[in-house]
């Protein structure tokens, strides 16, 4: 087995057997992936993102689109995320969860400092699906300005929580924001974007991502692995040693009880299957013992995106 296709593909397989193989197991134990995203581009009006020339994301993306791979490999429900800077969009996707009942809960779209911030928390927080707000890129840096402090603080007052999409440039303000206001709960994607080579992650990744994780209410999700490697076209390998080093560091910044398990489909799809990208942390995560096991995969989400000891999920 020594052609690295050949040997890709067998890893592949294998972690495809052995998580269908423990379905039973894991169905025992809830499962929920906190990173999907649902669009159709079909819509009249279209949609934003994925753009018309990326062949693999423009297209239908339904909730049963993921549950027939979803649910095979013991997913119990997804919190969806949003893949729209439309404020309009954050009721498609509410009004698609009204008959979806795999969606436990949505972290959406507003722009904290806009005028129509705090009006727009107050409405869609009526519905207990709405659990938050992601921001990304260079809305990041602007987050400790003052009024948009305040409205951070808002989505705090309500128990809802803020994803942030950024890389490692965004993480002194990941920290900033976590002191400055300290009810609210972040949770930062995709292990910030860190570039995954299979050896240990760099430098300033580890002392941004450390700051980050001194403030007890600052998660991480982890998704993006496979994105990580940069590897397109289904090339993302397998085996779970190559991330160690990435999983290693985040687990021993954040220990067990703020990780949180995200899976990023469909944009995962485009470097490896669904059962690659659950069978990686599986494996890493089962090392550390079930109740670690039931923290990743459920408790922890519960924790950031559930307050008041709502039972939702």
């Known amino acids: 087995m020594n052609d690295p296709v050949t040997r890709r593909t067998f890893l592949g397989a294998a972690l495809a057997a052995a998580a269908v193989s423990s379905r039973m197991e894991a169905r025992a134990m809830d499962m929920l992936d906190c990173h999907t995203h649902f669009y159709d581009p079909g819509r009249p009006q279209g949609v934003p993102w994925p753009d018309k020339s990326d062949r693999q994301l423009y297209r239908p993306v339904y909730p049963r689109d993921y549950q027939v791979l979803a649910l095979p490999l013991g997913i119990t429900?997804?919190?969806?995320?949003?893949?729209?800077?439309?404020?309009?969009?954050?009721?498609?996707?509410?009004?698609?969860?009204?008959?979806?009942?795999?969606i436990k809960g949505f972290v959406g779209r507003l722009e904290?400092?806009?005028?129509?911030?705090?009006?727009?928390?107050?409405?869609?927080?009526?519905?207990?699906?709405?659990?938050?707000?992601?921001?990304?890129?260079?809305?990041?840096?602007?987050?400790?300005?003052?009024?948009?402090?305040?409205?951070?603080?808002?989505?705090?007052?309500?128990?809802?929580?803020?994803?942030?999409?950024?890389?490692?440039?965004?993480?002194?303000?990941?920290?900033?924001?976590?002191?400055?206001?300290?009810?609210?709960?972040?949770?930062?994607?995709?292990?910030?974007?860190?570039?995954?080579?299979?050896?240990?992650?760099?430098?300033?990744?580890?002392?941004?991502?450390?700051?980050?994780?001194?403030?007890?209410?600052?998660?991480?999700?982890?998704?993006?692995?496979?994105?990580?490697t940069g590897r397109r076209g289904g090339q993302a390998p397998a085996?779970?040693?190559?991330y160690r080093p990435v999983l290693d560091a985040v687990w021993r910044m954040f220990g067990d009880e703020r990780v949180i398990f995200g899976s990023n489909w469909p944009v995962s799809e485009v470097f490896a299957p669904l059962a690659?990208?659950?069978?990686?942390?599986?494996?890493?995560?089962?090392t550390r013992g079930a109740e670690a096991e039931r923290r990743y995969f459920a408790g922890n989400a519960r924790t950031a995106y559930f307050a008041h000891g709502d039972t939702h999920l």
């Not at 969806?80 to 969860?97: F, P």
Request: aromatic fraction near 6%; proline fraction near 6%; hydrophobic fraction near 45%.
């Open 77 to 102: 429900g997804t919190v969806v995320v949003e893949a729209s800077e439309w404020v309009a969009d954050n009721d498609w996707i509410l009004d698609l969860a009204t008959s979806e009942p795999l």
């Open 112 to 228: 904290p400092g806009a005028a129509e911030f705090g009006s727009g928390v107050e409405r869609l927080a009526k519905n207990p699906t709405f659990r938050g707000i992601r921001v990304s890129g260079r809305e990041v840096a602007s987050l400790t300005e003052p009024r948009r402090l305040n409205d951070l603080a808002v989505l705090a007052d309500r128990g809802l929580a803020l994803d942030v999409n950024g890389d490692i440039s965004s993480l002194p303000t990941v920290a900033a924001v976590a002191r400055a206001v300290p009810r609210l709960r972040i949770v930062i994607d995709h292990v910030a974007n860190v570039r995954i080579d299979g050896g240990p992650p760099p430098s300033d990744w580890q002392d941004g991502m450390g700051a980050a994780a001194t403030r007890s209410n600052v998660f991480c999700k982890v998704s993006g692995l496979v994105e990580g």
């Open 239 to 242: 085996d779970p040693a190559f």
């Open 276 to 286: 690659t990208v659950v069978g990686i942390v599986r494996q890493y995560v089962a």
